[in-house]
């Protein structure tokens, strides 16, 4: 049975890792959020020019990296010899870009591992079926769950591992209201990923009363951290997991 359905408590999903205090989405950001006690981490998976599933945000590396370019335009090489690191800090300079093989061999025994499937620039290439794959060989059917804020995404990850669960996330405010609804429960029935600040404790009521799931990105500040507990919601996905701890009493 998959953990995350299993876990009753409020669970700490650490965002990109515990990237308040490391360069996001590294594996430097993960293990520190084993330390810190995290119960999972939030990761981004694209695929590179030679499909290989790497964990990146953003769909260029100019930010994250010293490099320029699309990340679906440069191979694994060219991603790997990129300093992934240094613009968190000099403390973390020769962070390389992880591959998500690299994540689930070492961190997925620690902590769960909700897996956003982020090709927004590349739709219709096989990230879905690369990233189902890796589950699969390395047994994790158990500890995985999907997000992905394209729906397709989640259809063809549904096909592929019926067995893993799925989460629609949505936008903030107006911009996410379609996913919020219960329109979309079909296509995310256990599971719903809004911004934090959607999450009313009703809103939160009725999911729950369908039988949904609530986890809420990203939230950072003490007060919402409080209120969110309060009116029941199921996972806090935070660049602090320290915080988080906290605020829980853990």
């Not at 694994?76 to 390389?96: C, H, Q, V, Y």
């Not at 809004?194 to 949904?212: E, M, N, S």
């Not at 609530?214 to 951290?225: D, K």
């Not at 988080?244 to 009493?249: K, M, Q, T």
């Amino acid at each position: 049975m998959n953990e995350f359905r299993l876990r009753h408590e409020t669970l700490i999903i650490a965002h990109r890792g515990a990237s308040a205090y490391a360069p996001e989405n590294t594996l430097a950001a993960f293990r520190l959020a084993i330390e810190q006690g995290a119960d999972a981490i939030e990761l981004d998976a694209k695929l590179s020019a030679d499909g290989h599933v790497v964990v990146i945000h953003d769909p260029t590396v100019d930010r994250t990296t010293n490099g320029k370019g699309w990340v679906h335009r440069l191979t694994l090489a060219e991603l790997k010899n990129l300093d992934a690191g240094r613009f968190f800090s000099a403390k973390f300079s020769g962070e390389p870009i992880p591959t998500l093989e690299e994540v689930f061999v070492e961190i997925a025994p620690s902590l769960l591992v909700n897996v956003e499937l982020t090709n927004y620039a590349s739709p219709t290439d096989a990230l879905v079926e690369k990233v189902c794959h890796l589950v699969k060989k390395y047994h994790l059917e158990d500890r995985v769950l999907f997000s992905s804020f394209h729906p397709l995404n989640l259809i063809r990850a549904r096909q592929i591992l019926p067995e893993v669960p799925v989460a629609l996330l949505a936008l903030e405010g107006r911009g996410g209201w379609w996913a919020r609804s219960f329109v979309m429960r079909g296509l995310s029935p256990e599971f719903l990923h809004p911004y934090y600040t959607d999450a009313t404790a009703l809103f939160i009521q009725k999911q729950h009363q369908k039988g949904r799931r609530i986890n809420v990105w990203t939230v950072n500040q003490v007060n919402a951290m409080q209120e969110l507990v309060q009116n029941g919601v199921d996972g806090l996905i935070t660049d602090d997991p320290l915080l988080a701890r906290e605020v829980l009493g853990r």
